[in-house]
Structure formats: structure tokens, C-alpha cells
């Protein structure tokens, strides 16, 4: 019996059908969980003025849909490494599909906590598991690229939803966001179910699929090179243990705690933008189309930040990349909050100044899970992206009672905004900190 390397066969093997297949699937996925992310936030202002009730009353339903994400983020994660990638995204889209779709049937903020909690937790399981998965699909050279462009799937989900928002809750109410919300992640679930292949590394370690992985890699290369009765082999460096605790091993632990920083406070920070920032330009006197567009422009940013990022990632590596953008979001953010903001004002500054705040932070966000899936080896990929996605949620909720405290203190925006870039300062700090890094792509 032959023995084949995986992990040569792979890195050698073109993007070809198969990896456009799985880019497609993923980045589609993340789209929808985008959208389904800031549908509250787009719903917030409509819902303020309906139901009667104050900004600072829709903080315990932000923090219960986060506490679902972070749930999601960690226990899926886990799942998607002890059972399958493929297995684990598709039961997370369609816990995102019922769990939106009985939110726009809440009558009161109660049931709308509690929809949006069992939809978080469908939300916080997908973005481990997808990102896992086109991680192993793609080779060193297309990696990065690959993984942004997946995980842009989420600012572009947000851009998309903000056109979205902007045109039909005006005329439909808040409820239409929300069932667009259900209704796309519920086509994609059939769609991977019939199309969505599984990892061809947790196929490998399974040690017990080998017809299956041969297939797939049949497929993966474009010929019939494998018969399915080689034995494989992957890169372990030692015994496979799984679970969360084996993120706090001694080679692992020191990383493991500068990447939950991160994403912890990087998370508040694109949180509190999502959620509080429509509904406080709203509160200026803005009209409500254009509060909204003010999150097309900062989800548009992140798109930018994103693919520009992982481009630059390749050439310089992740450190100077990360820490520009990091650099530049907290200048960025700050200066929103020097701003005089009123229905007189310009918009077109308003929205350039969030384009790029979106851009540094989302970018930031976008390319750390490059470095966080290169942080840890197959069997605890899910998981260290999952347990990192689960303090980011953390943040989340946070965020949730962030623009309340913050305009509480006076000052309005600037106290805001001025706010986000102290917590921003801290994410520099801590990625700067990080010895996990991604270093240039060697080119040939």
C-alpha cells in the first residue's frame, strides 16, 4: 500500500473546480451570515419608532444574539473538528434560517431576544467551520487571498443588507429584512448539502475514509491518480487531542491569549459600529436612508481593507499589514468623532471617514483569521477560530451596552467615536504583540 502525502498533493494541485466550488459555497455563506449579523441593527431605528421603546431597551436583545454567537462560535467549532467542516456549516445555516425567520414574527423584545439568541448560535458556528474549510482546500500560494475573500463575505453581506435596509424597511417595515435574512440562508444549507464537499485533512485523519478522500482528490487534481487504497498522511506533530483546553498547550497559550485580545476589542469595535451607528445618526436629525447608507460605506470600507489586505499580506507578511491597518483605524475613528455632525453637514466626509474606518477595521478583522487559522494545526483549526470567534462575541455583547455608556457620558458622537479608538488602540497593541504572525509568500 502506497502512502501519500496530503499535504504535497495539495499544495502542488491548481485552484481549480473543486476549490472554486468551496470558495464560492463559503464566501456565499458568510454573505448571508453578514446580513444576518447587522439585520437588527438595520431593523433598530423602525423598530424604536413601532414598538415605542428606547435605544438603551434593544441592548439586552443585542447581547442575547451575541451570547447565541459566541455559544455557536465555540461549541460548533468543536464540532466541525471532532465531525466534519461540511456537516457543521450546513446545520449552522439552517439554524440561522429558522432562527431569523421566527424574528420577524416577535411581537415583543422578549421573543426577539430569544429568536435572535438561537439564530446567533447558527451565526457564531458557520464562520469557524467555513473558514476552516477553504483553508485546507487552498494551497500556500492562494491561501490568504482565499480566506479574505471568504470572510469578506461578511462586510459584503452588510453592505448588501444596508442597500437592502435603506430601500425596504422604509416602505415594508422591519419585519422584511429579517425574512430576507432566513430565506437566503436556507437555499444555500440545500445547496451545500448537494454540492458542499467535506475536508480532504479531517477526511485524512479520520483514517477510515480513505475511498472518499480519493475521490475528492481525484477531483482536487483533475485526473484518476488515486484508487482509494493508499494510505495518507498529514502533518501532525503530535498526539491528536481536541478541545478547547488544548488551545492553552504551552506551544499554543501565549498566542491563544493575544488572539482572543484581538478579537475581543476589535469585535467591540465593529460591533458598536454596526449596531449603534445608524441609529445614532438617526438621532441627529439625519434621515433614516441616510443613516443606514453610513453602513453601506463602512461595510464597503471593510470589503476594500479585506482583499487589499490579504494582497499585501502575501508580499509583506501580516504583521506590517495588521498593524498599519490597526494604526490607521484608530486615527480614523477618532477623527469621526471631531466631526460636526448634523443634517447640514456634508456627507460626502461623514461617509469617506467611515469607508475608511470600515476599511481598517474590517480589514483587521478579515485578515486575522488568516493568522488565527495559521495559528493552529487541523485538528484544533475549528476550535482555535471557533474559541477566538467566542471572546470576539464577547466584545459583541459589550458592544451592546457600548453606545448607551458612551452617549451617556455627554458628548454624543465624539464621546462615541471617541471611545471605539481608545478600545481600538488596545487591538494594535495586542496584534502587535502576537508571535503567530503570517510571514511573506516566497515567490518564485
Known sequence: ????????????????????????????????????????????????????????????????????????????????????????????????????????????????????????????????????????????????????????????????????????????GWQAIFVIGAILPAVLAVWALIALPESPRFLALQGTRGADLAALMNRVVGSARFMGTEAWSVTVKDKVRQGVRELFRPEFRYNTIMIWLVFMTNVLTVYSFFNWTPTLLAGTGIALPAAIKGSLYFNLG???????????????????VIGGLGAIGVVSVFTLGQLPICPDMSMLVLYGLMTVAGGCISGLQVNMYTVCAAAYPTHLRATGIGAGLANARVGGIFSAYTGPFLVGLGGGLTTFFSGLSAVLALTFVAAMLMRCHVPPTPRR
Not at 302 to 320: D, E, K, P, T
Request: aromatic share 8%; no cysteine.
Open 1 to 172: 500500500m502506497s502512502t501519500i502525502d496530503l499535504e504535497e498533493v495539495i499544495e502542488s494541485a491548481p485552484f481549480g473546480r473543486v476549490s472554486w466550488l468551496v470558495l464560492v459555497l463559503t464566501t456565499l455563506t458568510l454573505v448571508f451570515d453578514g446580513i444576518d449579523i447587522q439585520a437588527i441593527a438595520f431593523a433598530a431605528p423602525a423598530l424604536i419608532k413601532e414598538w415605542a421603546i428606547t435605544k438603551a431597551d434593544l441592548s439586552g436583545v443585542l447581547a442575547w444574539g451575541l451570547g447565541g454567537m459566541a455559544f455557536g462560535a465555540l461549541v460548533v467549532g468543536e464540532i466541525g473538528d471532532r465531525y466534519g467542516r461540511r456537516g457543521a456549516t450546513i446545520i449552522s445555516l439552517a439554524i440561522i434560517a429558522v432562527g431569523t425567520l421566527l424574528a420577524a414574527r416577535a411581537h415583543n423584545l422578549h421573543d426577539l431576544a430569544l429568536w435572535r439568541s438561537i439564530a446567533g448560535i447558527g451565526l457564531g458556528g458557520v464562520l469557524p467551520n467555513a473558514t476552516a474549510l477553504i483553508v485546507e482546500f487552498a494551497n500556500r500560494k492562494t491561501r490568504n487571498i482565499a480566506v479574505a475573500v471568504t470572510v469578506v463575505g461578511v462586510p459584503v453581506g452588510g453592505l448588501l443588507g444596508a442597500a437592502f435596509a435603506a430601500e425596504i424597511v422604509p416602505s415594508y
Open 302 to 320: 471593510g470589503v476594500i481593507g479585506a482583499v487589499g489586505g490579504a494582497w499585501f499580506m502575501n508580499r509583506v507578511g501580516s504583521r506590517l
